[in-house]
Every structure is written in structure tokens, then in C-alpha cells.
């Protein structure tokens, strides 16, 4: 049973779509966050919720807008599709300060 | 800003050679060091966290220690399994909630 899963896996889009990018934890963790790893391997955090609470806000444009409807799911989606964006995304989930366990990722390709 | 530099960036080994990467930091005020193992295609494995110089932590064919200004994750005699791309990550007195600042890692390959 997989403890931080994303759908879908792999996303191929045009530029200018919107798409969105879902994440659940079944390891009862208060936290989660999206992380953006790029070509160059980099992984940068993104977003971060506690409880549903944002609390982690990186410089990220404003196309990019985060969703927790509960403790145990985090969603991103994503306006006007550029190709910088382009890369994996990962989600993570983690009991307060404790380790971070990562999902597999999710490969977005804006051509 | 908080910076972590890992080095070298691949490293080759044969099997049962050991070694040593390195994860030099710049942090305001350490609160963790974090080692993680990514495979191809994966996400982050977690491996060991360090809070404190002159930690060590050990699991199988891996140790990490930990200075004030570096960690090393040492591999001894390794595998063909041991194969992968290692990440540091560190986390800061000064960062509100749970940021980790991660190095661009090192791509170890282990030949049989």
C-alpha cells in the first residue's frame, strides 16, 4: 500500500493548458509539500501545508495554486502552462519536523 | 541563504571499493542535516538525520557523520544495489515549519 502517491505520473501538455496534479497520504502525517525538482536534478520546495494551514509559500508565480482539503491530500494546479515548467514534481508528507517521505513524482512535459 | 554544495558530482566505484561523498553547508543555525537515496525514476528515500557535530549514524554498508561545516556519508565495500543518486538536505533555525535545502546530490554508479 503506497504510503505518498501522486496522479498522474506523467503529464504532456501544451503551453497555455491548465492541469492539475493530485497527492494522498495514508501515513497520517499533519504536513505535506509540493517540491519541484528541474533538469539540473535541484529539488526546491514549493508549497507546504500543516493541517490545511499554508505555511510554507515559496517565491512561486501565481499560476501555480495549491489545495489541501484535508490533512491527508494535497493538490497543485497550475495555470497557463509554460515551458519552464517543465519537471518533476514531487509531493511529500512528513509528522510535523519530522523526515520527509517523498511520492514517486509526477513528469510534466509543456511543449 | 542557506546553500548546500555536494561533491563530486558522480563518483564510479567497483564493487567493494569504499568511499566517501561530501555535503558541505552554509546555514543559519542548524536543525537537521538530512541524507536521502533517489533511484531512477523515484522519489527521495530517506536515510539518516543528523542534528548535532560529531553525530554518526550507520544503517547496512552506509555511515553518515557530521561536522559544523560538512557531513560525509561513507560507503563501505558496496554494491551493485548501492547504485543511485545520494541528496543532502539541510534545515534551518531561521526557516519557519519543516524547509528542506537540498544539493544537486551525486550520481553514484557501483560495477560488478
Known amino acids: 500500500d503506497t504510503a505518498v502517491s501522486q496522479t498522474p505520473k506523467y503529464l504532456v501538455t501544451q503551453m497555455g493548458n491548465d492541469k492539475s496534479i493530485k497527492c494522498e497520504q495514508n501515513l497520517g502525517h499533519d504536513t505535506m509539500y509540493w517540491y519541484k525538482q528541474d533538469s539540473k536534478k535541484f529539488l526546491k520546495i514549493m508549497f507546504s501545508?500543516?493541517?490545511?494551514?499554508?505555511?510554507i509559500n515559496e517565491t512561486v508565480p501565481n499560476r501555480f495554486s495549491p489545495k489541501s482539503p484535508d490533512k491527508a491530500h494535497l493538490n497543485l494546479h497550475i495555470n497557463s502552462l509554460e515551458l519552464g515548467d517543465s519537471a518533476v514534481y514531487f509531493c511529500a508528507s512528513s509528522q510535523s519536523i519530522g523526515e520527509l517521505f517523498f511520492g514517486e513524482g509526477s513528469r510534466l512535459t509543456v511543449l | 541563504e542557506d546553500q548546500v554544495t555536494q561533491s563530486p558530482e558522480a563518483l564510479r566505484l567497483q564493487e567493494g571499493e569504499s568511499s566517501s561523498l561530501n555535503c558541505s553547508y552554509t546555514?543559519?543555525?542548524?536543525?537537521?542535516l538530512f541524507w536521502y537515496r533517489q533511484d531512477p525514476g523515484k522519489g527521495p528515500e530517506f536515510l539518516f538525520t543528523?542534528?548535532?557535530a560529531g553525530e554518526e549514524k550507520e544503517k547496512e554498508r552506509l555511515k553518515a557523520t557530521l561536522t559544523k561545516k560538512e557531513s560525509f556519508l561513507h560507503i563501505t565495500a558496496p554494491k551493485p544495489e548501492d547504485s543511485a543518486t545520494y541528496l543532502c538536505?539541510?534545515?534551518?533555525?531561521?526557516?519557519?515549519?519543516?524547509?528542506?535545502?537540498f544539493g544537486a546530490g551525486t550520481i553514484l554508479r557501483v560495477k560488478s
Open positions: 538536505a539541510v534545515r534551518s533555525n531561521m526557516e519557519y515549519g519543516n524547509k528542506l535545502v
Open positions: 546555514v543559519s543555525g542548524l536543525r537537521g
Open positions: 501545508y500543516n493541517n490545511k494551514e499554508l505555511i
Open positions: 543528523l542534528y548535532s
